[in-house]
């Protein structure tokens, strides 16, 4: 695979890029929406949940985290994750503006 020339592409691009690459897999998905169902942190229950292992509900908690799209916070021997509300509605904002540019042209395709 080659080299992605960031360079030439606005910082709003390769920041939208980034999050839509952290959020471009199924369980990262339904991380969120358990994370956004149970409206508060989310400690340990999403290995039952998901079905998932335990080292890989990790990797995809971490690459939430590391994208900014979770924090998380550190209760006794576990670390309890949120969604990262400034990140979310950079997220909201950045999709509505990108879908919202689309005008449907009469004789198109």
Known sequence: MGLTRTEIFSAEQ???ATLLKALAHP???AILQ???ASNTCICGDLVEELGLAQATISQHLKELKTAGIIQGTIEGVSVCYCINPVTWKLIETQ??????AYIQE????
Not at 106 to 109: N, Y
């Open 27 to 29: 369980a990262r998905i």
């Open 14 to 16: 390769n920041q939208l």
């Open 95 to 100: 999709m509505g503006a990108f879908l919202g």
């Open 106 to 109: 009469a004789d198109c395709c």
């Open 34 to 36: 358990r994370i956004l």
